[in-house]
């Protein structure tokens, strides 16, 4: 069985270009986003660590942890990083865990149980470990999302998916499609309609099932 949203973030020991660590323990009471990659000093992967890179600033105010993955060492990983920093101008603080044995891959259901790394592999060889996962603070999965090694990241989409699960976490409302920071939110199906209004205050039924209300945050 593979991970899945609402499952509890394995508490693996991770070694990483900023030393050994149990993945607990490092997130602590923060969010959390693990963002995974085939391999390194490939083009597309640069260009997404980067992009975390330069994303610093927006993190520390969502009280978020970043840390990447690649199944690749870690001296290569410090090597790697000087390129990332190069291209984005932007240092890249964040940890990078050296998944050299797969475990982390297999765990996150990343790669099937029998999966291995040839020799001479190319990132063709662990394409799909192309994954970003959110985690809260009870160390529990919201969010997984995997690409193909075609396509870059949009980590505007990340932001705006971690806005969106703190704004609903514990709290009985939704986000609708394209919903941003601020904007309306729907109340959830488990509030009757007085319970709905004496919780949030004034309420817009548009249909019987879908109501909304102002963001509450």
Same mark, same amino acid.
């Given at each position: ?8 973030? !394995?508490? =693996? ?14 997130? *602590? ?13 490939? /083009? ?23 840390? *990447? ?25 964040? !940890? ?15 790669? !099937? ?6 020799? *001479? ?19 529990k999965v919201q969010l997984i999302m995997t690409y193909p090694m075609s396509v ?6 990340? =932001?705006?998916? =971690? ?14 499609a394209n919903w941003e920071y601020g904007q309306d939110v729907i109340v959830a ?17 548009? =249909? ?7 963001? /509450? *945050?």
């Amino acid at each position: 069985m593979g991970l899945r949203i609402n499952d509890l973030l !394995p508490n =693996l020991t991770v070694e990483t270009d900023q030393g050994t660590f149990a993945l607990h323990d490092w997130q *602590g009471d923060s969010w959390a986003i693990l963002f995974s990659h085939p391999k390194d000093f490939t /083009p597309v992967c640069t260009t997404e660590f980067g992009a975390v890179a330069k994303l610093a600033a927006e993190w520390e105010k969502r009280n978020t942890k970043v840390i *990447g993955l690649s199944v690749d060492a870690v001296e290569e990983h410090k090597e790697w990083k000087a390129d990332i920093e190069k291209t984005a101008g932007a240092p890249a603080n964040f !940890p990078i865990i050296a998944d050299l044995d797969l475990t982390v891959s297999k765990a996150f259901d990343m790669l !099937p149980a029998e999966a291995y790394l040839p020799d *001479g592999r190319t990132a063709a060889n662990s394409a799909s470990v192309r994954s970003v996962f959110i985690i809260s603070p009870d160390k529990k999965v919201q969010l997984i999302m995997t690409y193909p090694m075609s396509v870059g990241r949009n980590f505007a989409e990340v =932001l705006r998916a =971690l806005d969106a699960l703190q704004a609903t976490f514990g709290t009985p409302i939704a986000t609708g499609a394209n919903w941003e920071y601020g904007q309306d939110v729907i109340v959830a199906l488990s509030l009757n309609d007085e319970q709905a209004k004496e919780t949030f205050g004034e309420v817009d039924i548009v =249909l019987p099932y879908l109501r909304t209300t102002k963001f /509450p *945050g």
